[in-house]
């Protein structure tokens, strides 16, 4: 089973430039999540997806950050325009509805260093 | 505002010792909870779960204890092997399908 599929893997930008992160959930995964992890913390949590509604996106600095998920399949997650502290790992993670252990499957990640 | 957190950012054991790894939460009414390694420059990757109306549960070489009178986790590795040096985060579940990760604790294991 193919996994959670994130590009680019690295992206190295100005401030004020804009960047977009493309994540592939696992097939059949109607959740998937967003979330943002700076060197030495945990992940947290910017969006969440239900299909292509969202669920929770009160973590989600809206000013600067927005995020799509159109089909209800894939989604893409922008940043305009990108501040110095936006420099972290992008996650993306899908998981199952409705059963299961409501574990999250994670991409290994979108690196953003802004300069 | 809720939290988890973690008592120890860096844990350094002996290969073939055993490994443990706590977690404190803040939110009482949390009923689900996760633990998760995560290896340098990879996404998180589940290890073990336990559902509040537990207090153990086991795994292969891996057993979380859950104390909900104190609200704490932890996190034991049996046999700790250098393929266990990552940093582990335990996850509490604060709404539907919602996680709420912790710090983290880095394990290093010595040869």
């Known amino acids: 089973e193919a996994g959670v599929a994130q590009s680019p893997r690295y992206k190295i930008i100005e401030k004020r430039q804009s960047v977009a992160f493309w994540c592939n959930p696992i097939s059949g995964h109607a959740t998937l999540y967003w979330y943002q992890q700076i060197l030495g913390q945990g992940p947290k949590l910017l969006i969440q997806?239900?299909?292509?509604?969202?669920?929770?996106d009160s973590q989600l600095p809206k000013d600067r950050f927005s995020a799509e998920r159109l089909k209800g399949v894939d989604s893409t997650l922008k940043i305009q325009p990108a501040k110095l502290e936006d420099s972290a790992v992008y996650l993306c993670?899908?998981?199952?509805?409705?059963?299961?252990?409501?574990?999250?499957?994670f991409g290994e990640g979108s690196r953003l260093t802004v300069l | 505002g809720e939290s988890v957190g973690l008592h120890l950012p860096t844990l350094s054991v002996q290969e073939g010792d055993n490994s443990i790894i706590n977690c404190a939460y803040s939110n009482s009414a949390s009923d689900y909870f996760i633990w998760y390694k995560q290896e340098s420059g990879k996404g998180p990757q589940f290890i073990i779960d336990i559902r509040s109306n537990m207090d153990k549960r086991q795994g292969q070489r891996v057993t979380v204890l859950l104390n909900k009178t104190v609200k704490h986790l932890s996190l034991q590795i049996a046999a700790t092997q250098p393929g266990d040096s990552a940093v582990y985060f335990c996850?509490?579940?604060?709404?539907?399908?919602?996680?709420?990760f912790g710090t983290g604790t880095r394990l290093k294991v010595l040869a």
């Open positions: 993670a899908s998981s199952l509805v409705g059963g299961g252990t409501g574990e999250l499957f």
């Open positions: 996850a509490e579940k604060a709404g539907t399908y919602k996680y709420i």
């Open positions: 997806f239900q299909n292509n509604g969202v669920v929770d």
